[in-house]
Nanobody, 121 residues
């Protein structure tokens, strides 16, 4: 079993930056890839970014180079650096960890409880 705890969300002005953190615990050795999803009210969950143990990354098209995902394997953590934030980035951001051979961009696996990111002036 894997437990995920996110942190770093909050209120930020448009154009600002936030760094989200996700700490994994439990059977972390089974994790193949980790990523971030987000879900805004009334909208479906969407992939923000993912990173596998092999170093492969995947980003949502809306990111346009603004976000960067990284992992610290020693600390069993994954991070999401978000720059040039826009109001449309407002959502609950969820940390995700998967054990499958292929990272499923549709979700699955283990989830954190989410951290709210609000981009507003």
């Amino acid at each position: 079993q894997v437990q995920l705890v996110e942190s770093g969300g909050g209120l930020v002005q448009p154009g600002g930056s936030l760094r989200l953190s996700c700490a994994a615990s439990g059977n972390t050795g089974s994790i193949y890839g980790m990523g971030w999803f987000r879900q805004a009210p009334g909208k479906r969950r969407e992939l923000v970014a993912s990173l596998t143990n092999y170093g492969s990354t995947n980003y949502g098209l809306f990111v346009k180079g603004r976000f960067t995902i990284s992992r610290d394997h020693a600390k069993n953590s994954v991070f999401l650096q978000m720059n040039s934030l826009k109001p449309e980035d407002t959502a609950v951001y969820y940390c995700n960890a998967q054990e499958g051979r292929t990272y499923y961009s549709g979700g699955g696996g283990y989830w954190g409880n989410g951290t709210l990111v609000t981009v507003s002036s």
